[in-house]
């Protein structure tokens, strides 16, 4: 182990931290060891974080001097910060863009070599200040100070698609119309949520699956993807395939039945889902183009394979995962 890569993950007891852990403790070389970042020690996340062989230090991620000793010794990190929290974007506090600044000085600090962000394209660049948001450019903003600082070697933005874990949620389930928990009076499981514009297909993508495996990917050859945003995708599909492989995994009836007005989804005077909203809005306006560009599966697919060939998994196991596995693994009888 002495040989190993000190690879620090802010966000350590997180979804996407998380599946970065889980993956980069399988690499069968051992080539990284990692360290988790938390408020709190003494939780029962941080507890599970030890048992796995992590090294967990205390650091809060607003406190530069405490992240910037807790990232020292690192030759890489991975930083995912929460746009949910809720000591965010307080009158007179901080934003996000603000915390992933102080992240990134205190990276550049003490000579971290590979910074891996979880970022995001522009909403209002994508589309010409049309539809904004905050979330969105809040991370851009994170990703571009990042590069700017000059000081990385490496720096590599992998940013998440729509998470299928989404729908594992049961109490998110009513507001996405019911699907896939919740049958409507007609007796189906209705996805009901704006369309995503263009050819209508969602960057899917499943965070404990695949979202670790493509930032393993990514630190086994940072130089490879230095500078660019990787797409955090494990399926490009509509909304009525999503629907249409549940029904046929699981044999239930379900459809798809969309919000005709985006602007009409309902939020319920939630942050979050302010930022679905808004979400689609910038879909639907730049033609469906969540990254501004169109889904690329190749590097994903990619970056999946070269991690499980570091785990020394082979077939099924190197390929990125399909909503029907997904359906099959979490829904199917």
């Not at 996405?176 to 007609?186: K, M, Q, S, T, Y």
Request: proline share 4%; with cysteine; glycine share 10%.
């Amino acid at each position: 182990m002495s040989s190993s890569k000190v690879v620090t993950v802010y966000g350590s007891t997180g979804t996407q931290g998380g599946s970065v852990v889980n993956s980069l403790l399988q690499n069968k070389d051992k080539a990284f060891s990692v360290r988790g970042i938390t408020r709190n020690p003494e939780s029962d996340k941080a507890k599970a974080l030890i048992s796995q062989g992590v090294e967990v230090v205390k650091a809060d991620g607003f406190v530069k001097e405490q992240v910037a000793e807790a990232f020292r010794g690192s030759w890489g990190i991975f930083v995912n910060t929460n746009s949910d929290d809720p000591t965010l974007n307080q009158p007179s506090g901080l934003s996000e863009t603000d915390l992933g600044k102080i992240l990134v000085d205190a990276a550049a600090e003490v000579g971290v070599r590979h910074f891996v962000y979880s970022g995001m394209e522009s909403a209002s660049k994508i589309t010409n200040g049309a539809v904004p948001n905050k979330a969105f450019e809040d991370k851009h903003d994170v990703g571009e100070y990042a590069k700017s600082k000059g000081v990385f070697e490496t720096v590599n933005i992998v940013s998440p698609g729509w998470y299928m874990e989404n729908h594992l949620i049961e109490e998110m389930a009513p507001i996405l119309g019911g699907f896939p928990f919740v049958a409507d009076e007609e007796g189906y499981l209705t996805l009901h949520v704006p369309r995503w514009g263009g050819n209508e297909e969602i960057p899917f993508v499943s965070i404990m699956e695949d979202y670790g495996d493509l930032v393993h990917g990514v630190f086994l050859a940072p130089e490879k993807y230095n500078g660019r945003l990787v797409q955090g995708i494990s399926s490009s599909a509509t909304a009525e395939q999503f629907v249409s492989d549940f029904q046929k995994v699981t044999g239930q009836e379900a459809r798809f039945v969309p919000v005709e007005d985006w602007k009409a989804m309902e939020t319920y005077g939630m942050a979050a889902l302010e930022t679905v909203k808004y979400m689609f809005g910038f879909c639907q306006h730049s033609g469906g183009l969540y990254y501004g560009v169109p889904n690329d599966l190749v590097t994903s697919g990619e970056l999946k394979y070269r991690a499980a060939e570091a785990k020394g998994q082979s077939g099924d196991q190197a390929k990125l995962t399909t909503l029907e596995s997904f359906i099959a693994k979490y829904f199917a009888a």
